[in-house]
Structures are given as C-alpha cells and as structure tokens.
C-alpha cells in the first residue's frame, strides 16, 4: 500500500532560524495536503497542492510539490514560538477521498 | 459554528470491555473518518465512510467497527478484541468526489486508556 515518510522526525531551531520538512511518497500523488497540530490539539489543515511543480506561500510558509509529484516540502523562514508543533502530509492517489499521512515532523522552537 | 464534535474527550477501558467513540459532524460533509494517533506518530487510517450506511475498511480495521445510519454521525466501537486500545482517537471529514479535494476538519479526539 501507500507510504508516506517525512523527514526529519524530529528538528529543534532556535527562534528566528529556518526549518524545512521533507515528505516523500511511494507512489504517484494526485494532491498532497498539509496539516499541522499543535501540542495536545488536533490536525489543522494548512493548504492543498495539485499541480507538478507547484509552489504556494503563506506568509512564512513555503509549500513546493514536486515535478514528479511523489514528494512535498513545507520551508518556514525564520521560526517563532507559535511555529511549535507537529506538521503531517497527506497524500491522496487517484481521484478518492483517502488521505494517507506522513509521519510528522515535530518542530521545537528554542527562545 | 459547524464543526466535529468528539465525545468524551477522555474515556477509560477495563480490559474485555467494549467502548463506543462518539462523532458529530454538522458541516454537511458527505465523507467522515476515523483516524488512530500513537505517542510521538503518525495518523492511521482505521475507517472511513464516503456516504451513508457505507464505510470501508482502513490500515488498521481490526478490533474496530463502525456504523453511519446518519450524515452527521459516525461512531466507534473499540471492541475487546482490539489488543492495545489505548491511543487517541480522531474523527474528521471532508467533502467527497473526484474535484471537491478540501482538505480533512478533524475534531478535537478522545483519548482512550486501557487500565
């Protein structure tokens, strides 16, 4: 079945450094979506990319899809404390609802 | 507001018993889930229902069952042959169909403790 790996598990900054999250797919994605939880919350969704090669911004967030569309990166320029938590891809294949998660990167930002 | 609403937040299981996880949704959403999240992992996918009175089996079916008689609800039993229960609990849903990608609403959890 579908994998989805993200690395690093893990990523400690201190505050004002950037961080960067890499999500790699075993197959062909038609959508990757991004999320993030905070500690002790649930999975808030970030934003959805489609097309091969995409990139999107939000603000400090810089969301890229890759040409072959089986891997993603979320880049956030100069972190703050409000960036902790874990971000999680998902990936959809085929034109279904399911969404296969990644296994997180848990960001710790350092004062 | 719409939203999910999971009930109860905190729910506590003697072994052999069967617990059963509420999900209420109110967004009109045709497509619900239910999602597993171990200590420090990922989400997995336990089932999922794409319209009413039909769901299908996720990653980890086994020792779970669902039912959806209603739109807005989805609920889970945790049933006894389900041998490391505890974990938190997610519901989510979404719009469904080829084209309509929004992204999942999840609901706040349920987290269960075997003791």
């Known amino acids: 079945g579908q994998q989805v790996m993200q690395i690093p598990q893990y990523q400690h900054v201190q505050e004002g450094e950037d961080f960067t999250t890499y999500c790699n797919s075993s197959?062909?994605?038609?959508?990757i979506q991004w999320y993030k939880q905070r500690p002790g919350g649930h999975p808030v969704f970030l934003i959805q990319l489609v097309k091969s090669g995409e990139v999107k911004k939000q603000k400090r967030l810089t969301f890229q899809f890759g040409e072959a569309k089986k891997n993603s990166s979320l880049h956030i320029t100069a972190t703050q404390t409000t960036d902790v938590g874990t971000y999680f891809c998902?990936?959809?294949?085929?034109?279904?609802?399911?969404?296969?998660f990644g296994t997180g990167t848990q960001l710790k930002v350092e004062l | 507001d719409g939203g999910i609403t999971q009930s109860p937040k905190y729910l506590f299981r003697k072994e052999g018993q069967n617990v059963t996880l509420s999900c209420e949704q109110n967004l009109n959403h045709d497509a619900m889930y239910w999602y597993r999240q171990d200590p420090g992992q990922g989400l997995r996918l336990i089932y999922y229902?794409?319209?009413?009175?039909?769901?299908q089996k996720g990653d980890i079916a086994e020792g779970y069952s669902v039912s959806r008689e209603k739109k807005e609800s989805f609920p889970l039993t945790v049933t006894s042959a389900q041998k490391n229960p505890t974990a938190f609990y997610l519901c989510?849903?979404?719009?469904?169909?080829?084209?309509?990608?929004?992204?999942?609403?999840f609901g706040s959890g349920t987290r269960l403790t075997v003791v």
């Open positions: 197959t062909t994605l038609s959508n």
């Open positions: 229902s794409q319209i009413v009175n039909d769901f």
């Open positions: 998902a990936g959809r294949e085929g034109g279904g609802n399911k969404l296969t």
């Open positions: 989510a849903s979404s719009y469904p169909g080829q084209g309509a990608f929004d992204g999942y609403t």
